[in-house]
């Protein structure tokens, strides 16, 4: 077992698959890492895939030989995965020529013939992104949500949120009169719109938008570590194991780490893992920026400059609504 010179005090740290440290980091191609990893032995698996774009760190290759190769790789983190373990698969569009290439109904096949069961499609979305003009605008990706069976974990008080109207009663039958919510919170929903305005725009990648999200790295396209956070605290219990095969900047690490479970990561790039050390540094020396679990989306109040319509449109604007409001006399 090797040690990092600031977290070891605190935690056990390998970079090979070691059953007695707390933080195993794997700088290798994910399989490699798998197949040492006993069978039935991680509570969840958490990762964002490279999506065949043809990003810095892949290949582009086409759509069925991405996915023959995927399926391979699926097929082993099921064998480690447990049996009251859940797999959560983030991805979005494969997008070729224009046309569009949905991977979550792609994916959806390949765990289900390995006999997973679907408890959520999580639509993550964004308020930002990229205009494009021969189709609507994306705005959301998804997080497919798989146990290996019935017998799972969620625990749903953990990741509660304030609900809208606590105040609202039931207002028939035998309650009628009590608070109809739960003095917890409710239910997240699948619709997850947890991001601040600056984490879409370098998710999305916007040209010239320098992006001052307290997270970012040099990673094209990281996690919010508040993303993976609700599902660990959601889906595992403290010093269960938290495994991301394509782990990037370290995350999904981090989240686990941060709530008490003990995290796997393997990731192929060396620039990606040596911030990832960075990063767990500075999370236990209490640096790390993160952005807190639950802070609410920045909503423009509708008075900052960049909410305002511009003064050369207002005339145009208006031409406009005089229109509608005539087509519907
Ligand atoms: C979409 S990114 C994941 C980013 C990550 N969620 C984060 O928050 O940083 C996918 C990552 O998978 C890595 N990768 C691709 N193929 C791999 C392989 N066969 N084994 C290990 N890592 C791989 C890439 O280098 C890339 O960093």
Known sequence: MSNLPLFDKQKDFASYFDPTADIILYNGDTNELIDNIPDNYVKLIITSPPYNLGKAYENQVSIEKYLET????????????????????????????????????????????????????????????????????????????????????????????????????????PNKGKPSGNPKGKNPSDVWDILAKEWEECFWEIPNVKSNHPEKTNHPCQFPVELVERCVLALTNENDWVFDPYAGVGSSTIAAIKHNRRAIGSEQETEYVKITHERLNSFFNGTLKLRPLGKPVHKPTGKEKVAQLPPEWKEATQQRLLEKKENYE
Request: with cysteine.
């Open 70 to 173: 995927q399926a391979q790789t699926i097929s082993k983190l099921y064998r480690i995965l447990r049996s009251d373990g859940s797999i959560c698969w983030q991805v979005g569009n494969f997008v070729q020529d224009g046309e569009v290439f949905p991977l979550d109904i792609y994916y959806y096949r390949i765990f289900k013939e390995l006999g997973l069961f679907l408890r959520n499609r999580i639509i993550w979305h964004f308020g930002h992104g990229l205009h494009t003009s021969k189709r609507f605008s994306g705005r959301y990706e998804t997080i497919l949500w798989f146990t290996k069976s019935n017998e799972y974990t969620f625990n749903l008080d953990s990741v509660r949120i304030p609900s809208k109207y606590p105040g609202k009663r039931h207002y028939k039958g």
